[in-house]
């Protein structure tokens, strides 16, 4: 079973909505700081957004005050809302965790930092 399972991407409209959900299992969800990331081909890895063990959530700027990152310890599962999606939102969006030992997420939203990755969910938004 793999530990990271991303779900909820699909095609929209410019200014739709979209939530995507991510399972984790295998691993002490509730400590470990997480996070979701977004690639298009050719390019990197862009940090979306992370969330700490307590809550505090760190959101790139491109995204602020349209997308939301959550997680429900519970039930073991992150969540990204998004908003007002526009056009250049299009990517394959992958959730990721933290390394055991880290809850705290720290200030900088790098790939580089996530050790575990699901496999990818695709969003596309047209215009």
């Known amino acids: 079973q793999e530990p990271l399972v991303e779900s909820g991407g699909g095609s929209v409209q410019h200014g739709e909505s979209l939530t995507l959900s991510c399972a984790a299992s295998g691993f002490p969800f509730n400590l470990r700081c997480m996070g979701w990331f977004r690639q298009t081909p050719g390019e990197g890895r862009e940090g979306v957004a992370q969330?700490?063990?307590?809550?505090?959530?760190t959101i790139t700027e491109s995204v602020q005050g349209r997308f939301t990152i959550s997680r429900d310890n519970a039930n073991n599962t992150l969540y990204l809302q998004m908003n007002s999606l526009k056009p250049e939102d299009t990517a394959m969006y992958y959730c990721?965790?933290?390394?055991?030992?880290?809850?705290?997420?720290?200030?900088?939203?790098?790939?580089?930092?996530?050790?575990?990755w699901g496999q990818g969910t695709q969003v596309t938004v047209s215009s």
């Open positions: 969330i700490d063990i307590g809550g505090v959530t």
């Open positions: 990721a965790a933290r390394a055991s030992g880290y809850g705290r997420c720290g200030e900088q939203l790098g790939a580089t930092y996530f050790t575990v």
